[in-house]
């Protein structure tokens, strides 16, 4: 008899429901950022690779300034 009392309370008690729900909509988001992320990829590493690209052939100067005090 205890046992089934002790059913009833857990199946009307909704406290672990507002969890739940917190549970899956952080996976969605984190599924989310994923699949952003994985579409972003190309791009991001090609950008990166024209910006090596240029700062590497681009001329640089060494020349230092003098400070006169």
Not at 18 to 23: A, L
Not at 34 to 40: E, H, N, S, T
Not at 43 to 50: E, F, P, R
């Amino acid at each position: 008899m205890k046992f089934f009392k002790f059913a009833r309370k857990v199946r009307n008690d909704e406290d672990g429901a507002v969890t739940v729900d917190w549970v899956v909509l952080t996976a969605a988001i984190v599924v989310l950022g994923g699949v952003v992320m994985a579409a972003i990829k190309g791009g991001v590493v090609s950008a990166a690779s024209n910006i090596g690209n240029y700062l590497s052939s681009s001329a640089t100067s060494t020349t230092t300034l003098s400070t006169t005090n």
